[in-house]
Structures are given as structure tokens and as C-alpha cells.
Nanobody, 127 residues
Framework: QVQLVESGGGLVQAGGSLRLSCTASGLTFSTYNMGWFRQAPGTERELVAA????????YYADSVKGRFTISRDNAKNTVYLQMNSLKPEDTAVYYCAADFRYPDYDLRYTSGAYEHWGQGTQVTVSS
């Protein structure tokens, strides 16, 4: 049974930092491209960042470039999202997701491309 478990969310003041973690089990982690999505109330789920299997390619949404960093440790079956200079508009539930079908060089931007999902972790940024 595949499980993705996020942790590290919480309440932080604007300008602060959080580090999200997502640990996978029940799959061969190194064979999956990974993504972090977020969803605020009343909005669609959007891709924040993605990383390929080997960690050599990354994608960031324009809204988080220069502030967020995605990384992975295949030995620990874990993907991370370091979030700095947080803004109130970053408030959302953050989900990690795993994609097996698409090639290593082809990071996908849409939620439908990802087969496995975590339960989400709440990030709240106060002004």
C-alpha cells in the first residue's frame, strides 16, 4: 500500500520559514518524479514545485521562485519543501504527490499526472 505522509506545516508569521517533509512508503521512491501542490479555500489545486527522480531537474511556480526550494533524499524516501519569506498568500493545504508514468525529464504541472497523494498539511501565514 502506497503512503505519502506530509509533515512540517503550521502557523508562521509573514517573513518566516517552514520546511515541509513528505515520506513515502510502499513504492520505489527513486523511480518517481515528485511534486508539491497547494490548495487554498475556493481555489484549484496548483503545482508549487516539482523535482525529477534523480534530483537534477526542478520546476517552481512563478509565485514561489526565489523563496521555495524543493529537494529529495532517495535514501530516506523523502522529498522536502523549504519555504522562506512566507507571505499570507502562501496560506493553503500543501500536498505532496508522486508521478511514475512520465519520464525523468518531463516534470508535469497538472494534478492529474500524479498517481499518489498525501493527506496534506496546513500552512497558515499570518500578516
Amino acid at each position: 500500500q502506497v503512503q505519502l505522509v506530509e509533515s512540517g506545516g503550521g502557523l508562521v508569521q509573514a517573513g518566516g520559514s517552514l520546511r515541509l517533509s513528505c515520506t513515502a512508503s510502499g513504492l520505489t521512491f527513486s523511480t518517481y518524479n515528485m511534486g508539491w501542490f497547494r490548495q487554498a479555500p475556493g481555489t484549484e489545486r496548483e503545482l508549487v514545485a516539482a523535482i525529477n527522480r534523480s534530483g537534477t531537474r526542478r520546476y517552481y511556480a512563478d509565485s514561489v521562485k526565489g523563496r521555495f526550494t524543493i529537494s529529495r533524499d532517495n535514501a530516506k524516501n523523502t522529498v522536502y519543501l523549504q519555504m522562506n519569506s512566507l507571505k499570507p498568500e502562501d496560506t493553503a493545504v500543501y500536498y505532496c504527490a508522486a508521478d511514475f508514468r512520465y519520464p525523468d525529464y518531463d516534470l508535469r504541472y497538472t494534478s492529474g499526472a500524479y498517481e499518489h497523494w498525501g493527506q496534506g498539511t496546513q500552512v497558515t501565514v499570518s500578516s
